[in-house]
């Protein structure tokens, strides 16, 4: 599994912050999120954290 993300270290804009926390508080997994956000895991995870957000990941 080799996706390459070619937004590499982007700045989070409002509109992905908006919708990181609407995602988060659906209850959406790590993967699913990152992915519909176009967002790395870990760039995901991290902004989640940042901004003291609960991310599900599947189990």
């Given at each position: 599994m080799t996706e390459k993300f070619e937004r590499h270290r982007q700045p989070?804009?409002?509109?992905?912050?908006q919708k990181?926390?609407?995602l988060a508080a659906k209850g959406m997994s790590l993967?699913?999120?990152?992915?519909?956000l176009t967002r790395s895991e870990e760039?995901?995870?991290?902004?989640a954290r940042?901004?003291?957000l609960k991310?599900?990941?599947l189990r």
């Open positions: 989070w804009k409002t509109e992905e912050v990181l926390h609407q993967k699913a999120i990152a992915k519909a760039s995901t995870k991290d902004r940042a901004d003291g991310v599900s990941k």
